[in-house]
C-alpha cells in the first residue's frame, strides 16, 4: 500500500517569503500525485496533480511542485507568501484497487502540514 | 455549480443515536467516497463506492454504513453513535480514474456526547 509523509505539522513563514513544504512518498509503481488546500471550515481544494506528464507541476494560487523520483518526493512551494495562504495542506498519493466494483483508485493522505503567515 | 453537497453542516449527537449523513454531486462522476477527519491523522477513508451499485470497505470501516442510492447520492449511516465517532466528515467524488483528482463537500461537523 502507498504512504505519504508530510515533514513538519506546523510551517511559519513571513509575508514574502518562500514556502516549502514537504512531501515524500512510498510506491512500488510510477505514483500520481496531489497537493490539497484546505481553508479553515472548508473543504479540501485541489492545487495541483503530477500524473507524469511533466515533472514541474504549477498549480492554482502560485503555487508549484517538482516529481523527484530519486528522492520519492513531490515538494510544493511558492516564491512569495501571501497572507490569503494561510490554510492547511494535504498531500495525496492515488493507489489503485480492484474490488467488487471493479478498477477504483484511492487517495491516501498525509497528516497535513497548517501554513501560518505572519505580516 | 455546486458540485459535492453535504447535509448537514453541523450536528450534535447522543450516545447511542443513529443519524444518516447525507452527499449528492452533480459532476456525473462515477465514483463516490466518504472520509473523516481528525486533528492531526489527515483524512481517512470510511467507506467508497466504485460505481453505482457497489460499496466497499476503506481504512476505518467500522460503526459505519452506506448506500449508493443513485449515480448522484451517497449516505453514510451510523446506527448508534459513539464519542470516538465526534470528527468532520467529508464526502468526496471523481470519474473514478487514478490520475482524476476527488472533489470534495464542505463537510459536515458531527459531536456526539
Known amino acids: 500500500a502507498q504512504s505519504v509523509t508530510q515533514l513538519g505539522s506546523h510551517v511559519s513563514v513571513s509575508e514574502g517569503a518562500l514556502v516549502l513544504l514537504r512531501c515524500n512518498y512510498s510506491?512500488?509503481?510510477?505514483?500520481?500525485l496531489f497537493w490539497y488546500v484546505q481553508y479553515p471550515n472548508q473543504g479540501l481544494q485541489l492545487l495541483l496533480k503530477?500524473?507524469?506528464?511533466?515533472?514541474l507541476v504549477k498549480g492554482i494560487n502560485g503555487f508549484e511542485a517538482e516529481f523527484k523520483k530519486s528522492e520519492t518526493s513531490f515538494h510544493l512551494t511558492k516564491p512569495s507568501a501571501h497572507m490569503s495562504d494561510a490554510a492547511e495542506y494535504f498531500c495525496?498519493?492515488?493507489?489503485?484497487?480492484?474490488?467488487?466494483?471493479?478498477?477504483?483508485?484511492?487517495?491516501?493522505f498525509g497528516k497535513g502540514t497548517l501554513l501560518t503567515v505572519n505580516p | 455549480n455546486a458540485g459535492v453537497t453535504q447535509t448537514p453542516k453541523f450536528q450534535v449527537l447522543k450516545t447511542g443515536q443513529s443519524m444518516t449523513l447525507q452527499c449528492a454531486q452533480d459532476?456525473?462522476?462515477?465514483?463516490m467516497y466518504w472520509y473523516r477527519q481528525d486533528p492531526g491523522m489527515g483524512l481517512r477513508l470510511i467507506y467508497y463506492?466504485?460505481?453505482?451499485?457497489?460499496?466497499d470497505k476503506g481504512e476505518v470501516p467500522n460503526g459505519y454504513n452506506v448506500s449508493r442510492l443513485n449515480k448522484r447520492e451517497f449516505s453514510l449511516r451510523l446506527e448508534s453513535a459513539a464519542p470516538s465517532q465526534t470528527s468532520v466528515y467529508f464526502c468526496?467524488?471523481?470519474?473514478?480514474?487514478?490520475?482524476?483528482?476527488?472533489?470534495f463537500g464542505d463537510g459536515t461537523r458531527l459531536s456526539i456526547l
Open positions: 468526496a467524488s471523481s470519474e473514478g480514474n487514478s490520475n482524476q483528482p476527488q472533489h
Open positions: 510506491s512500488s509503481v510510477p505514483p500520481y
Open positions: 503530477y500524473t507524469s506528464a511533466a515533472t
Open positions: 495525496a498519493v492515488s493507489d489503485d484497487v480492484f474490488n467488487s466494483g471493479g478498477s477504483n483508485y484511492k487517495l491516501t
Open positions: 459532476m456525473n462522476h462515477n465514483s
Open positions: 463506492s466504485a460505481s453505482e451499485g457497489t460499496t
